[in-house]
């Protein structure tokens, strides 16, 4: 059996900020706040919904008693709306596809809260491919702590690599002593030789051809 691979969702799998940001916009107009941009959007996306909002708020000088109330009525309106705007990246699905053909078992961990993620997966035809899904609540710890990827292996087997588009998803893989993919056309906020990476790719074409027949690759943790 090939080594487990896990996928981070928000910028790796799925181009999801549009949606996040008219889930967002809805909220800020329910506090009469100007609404974000879609690279405000973006830079806010990576630690999970409650930051998301926590930074939306100190963005439009909103103050820490809509903390609560924002971030209530921001995974409902999400919920609501997970997948309108939302697609996967160009040749994520036929990289999937591929990568189960070839033996891989496959999972997925991410920030974002587990409805909202298996919404967004089920809108999309890509939660076929996961033998497990680990979201941003799914345990106590987010991501870049270690036990929600931790968990993800734990439930697949033998861990070959987790990929990811952040700052956040490098430091995990640090953390879980895991191989890392880095995908360059995600949320990332500095440049790609700022983050630890065994290796880079921005086609998911050129992932599922750097893995095929590759039984393992390096840990980034030194
Ligand atoms: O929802 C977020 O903030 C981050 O999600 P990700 O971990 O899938 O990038
Ligand atoms: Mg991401």
Redesign the pocket.
């Known amino acids: 059996m090939s080594g487990a691979i896990v996928f ?5 799998l799925v181009d999801s900020a549009p949606d ?1 940001r008219a889930a967002l916009n809805r909220v800020l107009a329910g506090e009469n706040a100007e609404p974000v941009t879609l690279a405000e959007t973006v830079s ?6 409650p ?2 909002v926590r930074q939306a708020r100190e963005a439009r000088g909103l103050g820490p008693d809509r903390q609560d109330p924002m971030t209530a009525a921001m995974l409902a309106g999400y919920l609501a709306e997970p997948a309108a705007l939302t697609r996967p990246y160009p040749g994520v699905t036929a990289c999937l596809e591929r990568l189960c053909a070839l033996g891989h078992p496959l999972g997925l ?5 587990l409805a909202p ?1 298996l919404a967004i997966l089920d809108a999309l035809d890509l939660g076929r491919f996961f033998g497990v899904v680990i979201g ?1 609540d799914s345990l106590p710890q987010k ?1 870049p702590d270690p036990a929600p990827l931790h968990a993800a292996f734990a439930a697949l087997g033998t861990p070959l690599l987790y990929v ?3 700052e ?2 490098a430091a995990t893989a640090e953390a879980t002593g895991v191989a890392f993919a880095l995908f360059t056309k995600g ?1 990332r906020k500095a440049p790609v030789t700022a983050l630890r990476h065994s290796f880079a790719f921005d086609r998911f074409d050129d992932l599922a051809r750097h893995l095929d027949g590759r039984a393992a690759l390096s840990p980034t943790a030194g």
């Open positions: 981070d969702l928000d910028g790796t996040i806010f996306v990576g630690h999970g919904i930051q998301l961990c991410t920030n974002k809260a993620t941003g991501k990811g588009d952040s956040v998803d949320y």
